[in-house]
């Protein structure tokens, strides 16, 4: 149970990061309106006579920046090498599962008043 919650739990975070990188990707070269020309007679802003719009002035860049667009992509590469690893570990827990099925074992401890014992039996057919 605990490998599929892993591979649930990953696979959505595998998903999320691959949307927050296609976003990042995509409004990489967008920028914001900051301020638009305004007419120094008036104080209103000023508006292009074919659009009927105001007519922008400054702008801020895009918040996406090629390192976070790097920083993003390095993010969803991490959770499909957590996607990879869960495959592999499971793979080597089924492995060792179905080699040991047989294997008699009994391993416990015992605490005591003022020690504590360790004890191992392995018995064979």
Do not use: C
Not at 23 to 28: D, F, N, S, W
Not at 78 to 87: E, L, P, R, S, V
Request: proline content about 3%; aromatic content about 10%.
């Amino acid at each position: 149970m605990l490998f599929a919650v892993i591979e649930v739990g990953s696979i959505g975070m595998a998903r999320k990061s691959a949307i927050d990188l296609q976003e990042a990707k995509t409004l990489r070269g967008d920028s914001v309106v900051a301020t638009y020309k305004v007419d120094p007679e008036t104080g209103l802003a000023q508006v292009d006579p074919k659009t009927g719009l105001p007519i922008p002035d400054t702008y801020i860049a895009s918040r996406f920046t090629d390192d976070r667009v790097k920083a993003r992509r390095t993010h969803y590469e991490d959770w499909i090498a957590a996607i990879i690893f869960n495959h592999l570990f499971s793979g080597a827990d089924a492995y060792v599962a179905a080699n040991l099925w047989d294997f008699r074992t009994n391993i416990g401890v015992i605490a005591q008043s003022r020690t504590v014992g360790v004890f191992g039996s392995v018995s064979w057919r």
